[in-house]
């Protein structure tokens, strides 16, 4: 049963992006960050879908579920906050974010969406 998270990035007050996670052991990792038992890897990275979720209705690109993850240090290229990713999204998965890999350097799951 898929599960709902937000992450904030202190870049982008006030706007939260939206995460769907269907693995038991990512939902357990998400609720740790939350709960500040986690205090590495914190950070979430996954490929970006070019088109909305119902779950994430705000942006027009939405990360795989089954590509989401959590890190605590990541390169450079795949850096970039929702809004820039947002405004960039017709190059995506280019030049910008190869692969269409996406790991906000400042991201971090802050709360469960709870339906």
């Not at 898929?2 to 992450?7: K, T």
């Not at 939405?62 to 795949?78: K, L, R």
């Not at 890999?101 to 971090?108: G, I, N, Y």
Request: charged residues 30%.
């Amino acid at each position: 049963m898929p599960r709902y998270f937000a992450f904030e990035e202190p870049s982008s007050p006030g706007k939260e992006f939206i995460i769907e996670l269907t693995d038991q052991e990512k939902i357990d990792h998400a609720l740790r960050i939350i709960s500040g038992e986690e205090q590495s890897r914190i950070h979430v990275h996954g490929r970006i879908v070019k088109r909305t979720a119902p779950y994430n209705p705000r942006f027009n690109f939405y990360m795989d579920p089954s590509t989401i993850d959590f890190f605590e240090v990541a390169i450079e290229v795949c850096d970039a906050t929702m809004n820039y990713v947002e405004e960039h999204l017709d190059e995506a998965c280019g030049a910008f974010l190869p692969g269409c890999h996406w790991c906000p350097w400042d991201s971090k799951v802050t709360r469960e969406i709870t339906r």
